[in-house]
């Protein structure tokens, strides 16, 4: 199963996608999309829509993760996450993937093994979950973190609930 990762952002969204084959996966692609803080806010969005279509496109996954937004002291920058978020939740849904969402405390607890893990511990253990992965940043490792817990849920979820023959 191809998986894709998202870390949305409105300034930069992270992606990632991986294989997964039972408990084995393997690293895809990743990437960061940037917009530029000057131009209008629906340009913005109009712009982060468009790429994350394009790496659907190009990779064909049948599912994503996306992370969950942590509101913070300043509620526009949070809106305004919020709103890159809904972009990338809107490409998900317009290719008819099946979409996992993730709070940031439960992605660090699947791939650190501790809710409060710093970034660097989360950037070391997609390297090693991850074997000969070139990551193109924090972002995009964050996004493949996504990928990874999606993942593992997705596994837990096939264990629990046996197919039907």
Do not use: F
Not at 33 to 51: E, K, N, Q, Y
Not at 114 to 123: D, I, L, P, S, W
């Amino acid at each position: 199963m191809l998986i894709l990762g998202l870390d949305p952002g409105l300034g930069t969204t992270g992606w990632g996608v991986i294989r997964a084959d039972g408990n084995r996966l393997t690293h895809i692609a990743n990437g960061q999309i940037r917009t530029d803080a000057s131009m209008a806010l629906p340009r913005r969005l109009a712009l982060l829509h468009g790429a994350i279509v394009e790496v659907v496109r190009a990779h064909r996954p049948e599912g994503a993760a996306v992370e969950e937004v942590l509101g913070n002291s300043n509620a526009q920058s949070t809106l305004k996450l919020g709103q890159a978020r809904g972009m990338a939740l809107l490409a998900a849904a317009q290719a008819d993937l099946v979409i996992g969402e993730y709070h940031p405390s439960i992605v660090k607890k699947a791939v650190v093994g501790t809710g409060g893990a710093e970034k660097k511990q989360v950037q070391a253990m997609v390297a090693r979950l991850l074997p000969g992965v070139k990551l193109t940043g924090a972002d995009a490792a964050d996004a493949l973190a996504v990928a990874i817990t999606h993942a593992h849920h997705v596994a837990t979820a096939r264990r629990l609930i046996p197919s039907r023959s």
